[in-house]
């Protein structure tokens, strides 16, 4: 409780200083929470804003893909693949609905491979 006090002070302070309000930014966002709820945390002082946060989140996506691009150009990274089915049924079934709930996915893993293995060219 200290930390959260002395961090919610620090940041009234010097609005640069937001590291516990940014990561406190993430749940919310990543839980699906409301942006009216969002917004009241960041009236209190414990959250950022909704747009500081989906930067952050465009940033790290970007951040991510770059690392990623240069995992698979370094021809040292082992690749899984898994296709897996998910069955999407309406609680509610209409008549403007399509009765075919059943979805075929695939999804991708991009592994480096560690342990003595490298570019000996």
Not at 88 to 94: A, D, E, G, N, W
């Amino acid at each position: 409780k200290k930390t959260v006090v002395c961090d919610i002070l620090v940041q009234g302070m010097n609005r640069k200083a937001n590291a516990l309000q940014s990561v406190l930014g993430f749940f919310p966002q990543s839980s699906h929470t409301p942006q009216k709820v969002i917004e009241t945390l960041l009236c209190i002082g414990i959250s950022v804003s909704v747009e500081t946060i989906n930067a952050a989140v465009r940033s790290l996506s970007a951040e991510s893909q770059s690392q990623i691009q240069v995992l698979g150009r370094s021809l040292l990274a082992c690749y899984a693949y898994d296709n897996f089915d998910i069955d999407l049924k309406s609680h509610v079934p209409t008549v403007e609905k399509s009765n075919d709930s059943l979805k075929h996915l695939t999804s991708g893993l991009l592994f480096p491979l560690e342990h003595g293995v490298g570019d000996h060219g």
